[in-house]
């Protein structure tokens, strides 16, 4: 059973260009989130999602930043013309329902994006 | 709003040590808590958690962490480290009745552990 898949691990992108980030889910899992964890902090919300719509984006930077998690295939986490802040490791994680059901949320390995 | 704070940011024991890492929070409801610890280059995995009943809670790999409400904690323990406990953990919050969204994480404390 395969856990959450991130991909790619590693990214370095100049300032300017856009930054994609993948996360496949747990099998049966239709809940996902991305969390994003900058140097010195702890992990910090991003976006809620479940297939095809947007729970809670009220961690999401107002500008910039897009999730999506389409029917077929991965959730990604878009971001556009970064900047160097946006350096930081990009978590996602699933549950097969929501925490008031007793469920429990299983992370990925996270994406590390690096803006030069 | 929740805050989660860890105050110890490194920790470097040797074999056979005991281990506490503190983590305190700040809610003036009712909690979930959890601690999830990150094996280097692996992703977050669930320790333990806590969410009604006995205060002292078992884990995963010997550890145990107890809620002590009147001092809004919920310290984590082995009595015994391996050099595979070496890792990263968190401790994590979320008021009771919400979503996973509103997790809230400490800092993180990076444990080594020494042969």
């Known amino acids: 059973n395969a856990g959450v898949m991130q991909n790619p691990r590693h990214l370095v992108r100049r300032r300017g260009q856009e930054a994609r980030l993948r996360c496949s889910p747990m099998?049966?899992?239709?809940?996902v989130y991305w969390y994003r964890q900058l140097p010195e902090e702890g992990l910090k919300f991003m976006v809620y999602?479940?297939?095809?719509?947007?729970?809670?984006e009220s961690g999401m930077p107002k500008e910039r930043f897009s999730a999506e998690f389409p029917k077929e295939g991965p959730s990604i986490l878009r971001i556009q013309q970064v900047v160097r802040g946006d350096s930081a490791a990009y978590f996602c994680?699933?549950?097969?329902?929501?925490?008031?059901?007793?469920?429990?949320?299983?992370f990925g390995e996270g994406s590390w994006l690096t803006v030069v | 709003a929740q805050s989660v704070s860890q105050h110890n940011h490194h920790v470097i024991l040797s074999e056979a040590a005991s281990l506490e890492l503190g983590c305190n929070y700040s809610?003036?409801?009712?909690?979930?808590l959890f601690w999830y610890v990150q094996y280097p280059g692996q992703h977050l995995q669930l320790l333990l958690k806590?969410?009604?009943?006995?205060?002292l809670v078992k884990g995963i790999k010997g550890f145990e962490a107890e809620f002590i409400k009147s001092k809004f904690s919920f310290n984590l323990r082995k009595p015994s480290v391996q050099w595979s406990d070496t890792a990263e953990y968190f401790c994590?919050?979320?008021?009771?009745?919400?979503?996973?969204?509103?997790?809230?994480f400490g800092t993180g404390t990076r444990l080594l552990v020494s042969p």
């Open positions: 994680a699933s549950s097969p329902g929501t925490a008031s059901s007793g469920n429990t949320i299983y």
């Open positions: 099998k049966g899992h239709s809940h």
């Open positions: 999602l479940q297939k095809e719509n947007i729970i809670d």
């Open positions: 809610y003036g409801g009712t909690v979930n």
């Open positions: 806590y969410f009604s009943g006995d205060p």
């Open positions: 994590a919050v979320n008021a009771k009745n919400t979503g996973f969204q509103k997790l809230v």
